[in-house]
């Protein structure tokens, strides 16, 4: 009958604040590996693109002023003396009097300042005819006009998307600096553990939670190195947790933490290193059982076996670390209003979070309880959402308004 | 002067219809990887999830029935005949009146119907005496309880999320049946064009098509493969479009394709196979040098070398084929009205889109024309969605009420 000291989730997250803050790193990826990161810094273009001024179509560089009356009745004659290839410079100097012919995306020649369409010219013996007049810089794409040399193309602390890179593409950069990606060890315990393909012998069950926490790590941005499904041995636990400090920046176990027979996670962290086990039982359910340690400046967070407790748990008390550490904001979570389709029993003293439904019933949402068990991983894929009891309530009525938090936080998508 | 054989964007999809459709494959993948993906068949359980009775608590397995009146005050006690641990099956038969420890996930002994849980028990010289009663079943996860054997887990055409690849592992179903990603061939021609990263010689920029074709592949479930930034010559557009035909399902070619100087690639295109180019021209601004083309009963589509028009044309014509390819639904396009900031010119007989960015002024929403050109990626970058200008309009008034769809389509996320 042995207690836990239980204390509520914000003095368990208070108590871990005294020994360890997320410190996240930078590190230089690959633009083409970039989508989704978070910059470290803001950015600036080294150079004006375009880098020159351009012609915008295919047509005849001109000097403006020559084409000035130009029409399609009277078409004005000028001496054609070259062409200018998109990816080549050109060394000529347009004379008054004189056009170039060149290719979208060419340089315009010293002396051109502005480009003639193929549609509007003709060329006959040496010579084009233009049949319409431009003004300067017509049908040219100047220098500088997409990005400045110096301006900044992509702030700091921006989560990049497809048009971002294209951009950095743009500006020729080919690496950037940007948040890393926080190590996370993932280890499952529990003797009647299973890896999922391996034979299901007598008393076994298939591991979730390995799937699942790898799963909700990657989604706030982590890495998870997974360490293995480990029996409940003392020195097994002891010899994962203490490689999962030496590899990881935080260490996620599941499993062998609640206070029965199976306490021997806890107990094996305690050898490894001083502040230790800080909390152990948060009054919150399901998750009464978590505990957190810190080891060699590195958080481990011991979170219950069972697949749902685990997964809410990881929602309520990990995963802003890790958003923290790797910046990817969090997905905005959806509420919705709805009444509550059967009364609820909760325990006092804990704050309750259960599944729920939702079903449209004559015209009003309804909250179904879903009450299968933490035990049990399709109350978690068949919940639209959860609502929340808090600490003091013990019962919450069946047609009283709740608010539903839908399922697009950072573990649950 | 020459002219395309300009056709509207829905008489080109019709017309490559006759020629090619979209073959969705299947492929195995391990669960692990299954995020995001497709199923392509409905997944049934091979087992009972639990396998088997299981206790929910750590405790005492009983028979319930004699433990009927037992209470704080008058415990009832009984003989402690043994210890279930989680992982092993118990081998004994529990007779009335007797009791086994049991852990958290240990089987239930045959003979045994219900769990007290330690909270309520309290062992004592080879006996156990019981402070509350329980009824059958209580404390135990029944048999299937979670899953049954043959329940239908996922379904047909379901983009797995997390919780779906927690069944999964649930099951201990490793791999499973879903669409295969369809590989795209990029090819980038252009001869001022050079890689980001590389040195910038004068006359050249760098090339932002490799980059934003390849994520927009990613963002529609495709597998883009570069074959490079290629310069504009008959034979090189040949060998690297012929090389596209052989290792993927679908090319895309940018650049080359407008009719000038530089209309290398419909012609390189053209000595592959028949049909050969089916489609030159499309009424849509950005975007009417686009063409399509089917060789090998594989087709190709040219887009044009302008970033923007490149990721417009991309988004309109290429994306929807991908979506089909890859079985993954695309992100649902929002819609926002709001009134016309400035007056806006469109080419009549062209379907025309124009990037927008959203502003707040007095109170109303209005839509600004971006209007750097096609060039600029940034047109694209700095934008919140664009409006479409149909074929038969030549003016689009300040102050009229405009239909802005917002960028979340695949390929501008």
């Given at each position: ?188 315990t529990g003797s ?36 293995g499904t480990i029996s409940d041995r003392f020195s097994a636990i002891k010899a994962a947790v ?13 499993g062998g ?5 199976g306490?021997l996670t806890?107990r094996a ?145």
């Amino acid at each position: 009958m042995a207690e836990l000291g239980v204390i509520s989730l914000e003095e368990a997250k208070a108590a871990l604040d005294k020994f360890w803050k997320p410190k996240p790193r930078d590190v230089y990826v690959s633009f083409s590996h970039a989508i989704g990161r978070v910059s470290s810094t803001e950015i600036k273009s080294k150079i004006d693109v375009p880098p020159f001024d351009r012609a915008t179509y295919d047509g005849f560089a001109v000097k403006a002023s020559d084409t000035f009356g130009a029409t399609e009745s009277s078409p004005i004659k000028l001496k054609l003396v070259g062409r200018v290839l998109a990816g080549t410079w050109p060394r000529m100097h347009l004379r008054p009097g004189s056009s170039v012919e060149i290719t979208t995306g060419a340089p315009l020649p010293r002396g051109a300042d502005a480009v003639v369409m193929s549609e509007y010219a003709v060329v006959e013996d040496g010579s084009v005819n233009i049949y319409r007049s431009v003004s300067p810089w017509e049908n040219v794409t100047s220098r500088g006009s997409d990005i400045k040399k110096g301006q900044i193309v992509i702030g700091r602390l921006k989560q990049l998307n497809l048009l971002d890179v294209a951009v950095l593409a743009a500006i020729g950069v080919k690496k950037i600096m940007v948040k890393d990606r926080p190590k996370v060890a993932v280890i499952s315990t529990g003797s009647e553990l299973v890896e999922p393909g391996a034979k299901l012998r007598k008393g076994k069950i298939y591991d979730v939670n390995a799937t699942s926490l790898s799963e909700s790590v990657r989604a706030c941005g982590g890495e998870p190195v997974f360490l293995g499904t480990i029996s409940d041995r003392f020195s097994a636990i002891k010899a994962a947790v203490s490689n999962g400090i030496k590899i990881a920046d935080v260490v996620l176990i599941s499993g062998g933490s609640s206070v029965g027979t199976g306490d021997l996670t806890p107990r094996a962290i305690a050898t490894l290193g001083r502040p230790g086990v800080i909390v152990h039982g948060i009054a919150m359910k399901p998750g009464k059982p978590t505990f957190i340690a810190v080891v060699k400046n590195k958080p481990i967070f011991g979170l219950p076996g069972y697949p749902v407790s685990a997964l809410m748990v990881f929602d309520q008390l990990v995963a802003d670390y890790l958003h923290e550490l790797s910046g990817i904001p969090r997905s905005r979570q959806s509420v919705v209003q709805a009444k509550l389709a059967t009364k609820l029993l909760s325990a006092r003293g804990r704050q309750e979070f259960v599944p729920v439904k939702l079903v449209e019933k004559d015209g009003q949402k309804l909250a179904e309880p879903i009450l299968k068990g933490s035990g049990a991983i399709t109350s978690l894929s068949t919940a639209d959402g959860y609502i929340e009891v808090p600490l003091e309530r013990e019962i919450v009525e069946e047609g009283e308004s709740v608010e539903v938090k839908l399922f697009r936080g950072c573990s649950l998508v």
